[in-house]
């Protein structure tokens, strides 16, 4: 359990769904990120987020709809997604923008298939 | 603007086989540097980490030194374990604000 939860951890969705990702954490951190990795690709940057409000958007495909209600908690809504889009979706919380020397805090990752 | 550089993997060793896996970074003051971990099907850990120059981070037999003067963070273990198979990242912050800046990952895979 690293402090940081997402839920689910494996998603198989279809073109036309719509589904939503979710990321927890009660760490006190202020600032969460929503990153995408795909298979033999760097880490891709999507979205920040510092005291619930977006400070990033890292040219992300409006299919792909952030929302935080709070420090705590992150989503990521998804709507027409394309096959590309099958990736590992990762959540972070840092305790403030800046990661400084504490770095970030990781989520496990949603799996994410879109046939 | 900050960049890390890492070694171009898959990294094959055989157990109890000795790891260097090199970083380097360019950036601007005094960064923190870091390493995580993913293991497969995971996110990401914190392996180790330094915030100043000649620190050495280490954990789980792993180690780095931030060395300055060659604006390098290698990570290295002794002796790795089949377990040891992930995927390494070497990263960086500013300390300024900035966001922790990840290179490319280099896989590694111990075969018993």
């Known amino acids: 359990e690293t402090g940081v939860t997402q839920t689910p951890r494996h998603l198989v969705m279809g073109m036309t769904n719509k589904k939503s990702l979710k990321c927890e954490q009660h760490?006190?951190?202020?600032?969460m990120y929503w990153y995408k990795q795909s298979a033999k690709k760097p880490l891709e940057l999507m979205f920040v987020y510092n005291f619930k409000e977006q400070t990033e958007n890292n040219s992300v495909p409006s299919r792909f709809s952030p929302e935080c209600p709070n420090s705590s908690h992150l989503f990521l809504h998804l709507h027409t997604l394309q096959p590309e889009d099958s990736a590992l979706y990762l959540c972070?919380?840092?305790?403030?923008?800046?990661?400084?020397?504490?770095?970030?805090?990781f989520g496990s990752g949603t799996r994410l298939t879109v046939v | 603007g900050n960049s890390v550089t890492q070694m171009e993997g898959p990294v094959t060793l055989s157990e109890e086989a000795f790891l260097t896996i090199n970083c380097t970074y360019t950036?601007?003051?005094?960064?923190?540097l870091f390493w995580y971990v993913q293991y497969p099907g995971e996110g990401l850990q914190l392996l180790l980490k330094?915030?100043?120059?000649?620190d050495k981070g280490s954990n789980k037999g792993f180690e780095a030194t931030y060395r300055k003067e060659t604006t390098s963070f290698h990570l290295e273990k002794g002796s790795v374990q089949v377990s040891d198979s992930a995927v390494y990242f070497c990263?960086?912050?500013?300390?300024?604000?900035?966001?922790?800046?990840f290179g490319q990952g280099t896989e590694l895979s111990v075969k018993p």
């Open positions: 972070a919380s840092s305790q403030d923008l800046g990661a400084g020397g504490y770095g970030y805090t």
């Open positions: 330094a915030t100043k120059a000649d």
């Open positions: 950036a601007t003051g005094y960064p923190s």
């Open positions: 990263a960086l912050t500013d300390n300024q604000g900035g966001k922790l800046i």
């Open positions: 760490l006190g951190h202020n600032a």
